[in-house]
């Protein structure tokens, strides 16, 4: 079964500290993977994208991996500020197909 | 603004009333996508367009549920004798079909439906 998990469920940490998002996908084949941030009540926004053969990419403080072999990816946020409390989704796209599999979020809370 | 829009955005209705809920995308995306979210979980994929044309329906869709996209650029999601197990956010996202291997979807705010 094509499946996209998330850990933590949600997280809570300090202004300006770092943290790490993991991904883990069951999906085949495989297109790309995608990290979106979703503020509360909005839609989701594309943060990141990676294909089979990209291994890191960064997009400002947010820098995403991907190992296409474990089938994992992460998404680390450095120097972390108070706009980032936000839920952040996994999402890939299945080879062929265009429809996505979406993980079920992380939700990041950061406090001052 | 040129990015997706949905109206409403938000819409508390009682059980057993039909509700519409329209969504217009960026203007030069061919496909648009209707997904529905429950609290804590991530989007669910509903239906997707291509133009006019309505390629795939999942399961989750009802026969209470209708979309169309009449003339290939905005759609309409009805639920008809809504339940509370309706209640959720209603997310549309629309892309270009020539972005090759990305077709990165673009998300509206969505509408949040609440029923009584």
């Known amino acids: 079964k094509n499946q996209v998990e998330q850990s933590p469920q949600s997280l809570i940490i300090l202004e300006g500290k770092n943290c790490t998002l993991q991904?883990?996908?069951?999906?085949?084949?495989?297109?790309?993977l995608r990290w979106y941030k979703q503020d509360t009540g909005r839609g989701p926004v594309s943060l990141t994208i990676m294909t089979f053969s990209e291994n890191t990419k960064s997009n400002g403080r947010y820098t995403a991996t991907l190992d296409a072999d474990t089938k994992q990816s992460s998404l680390h946020i450095t120097a972390s500020q108070l706009s980032d409390s936000a839920s952040y989704i996994c999402?890939?796209?299945?080879?062929?197909?265009?429809?996505?599999?979406f993980g079920a979020g992380t939700r990041l809370a950061v406090h001052p | 603004d040129t990015g997706v829009s949905q109206n409403p955005r938000h819409k508390i209705t009682k059980r057993g009333q039909n509700v519409t809920f329209r969504c217009d995308p960026i203007s030069e995306h061919n496909r648009l996508y209707w997904y529905r979210q429950t609290l804590g979980q991530g989007p669910e994929f509903l239906t997707y367009f291509q133009n006019e044309a309505q390629l795939e329906k999942s399961r989750l869709l009802s026969d209470r549920f209708s979309a169309e996209r009449p003339k290939g650029s905005f759609s309409t999601l009805e639920i008809q004798r809504t339940e509370q197990g309706d209640s959720a956010m209603y997310l549309c996202a629309s892309s270009d079909s020539l972005d090759g291997s990305y077709n990165e979807q673009f998300f509206g705010p969505g509408t949040r439906l609440t029923v009584l």
């Open positions: 999402v890939v796209r299945q080879g062929g197909y265009n429809k996505l599999i």
């Open positions: 991904c883990n996908y069951t999906v085949s084949p495989f297109s790309n």
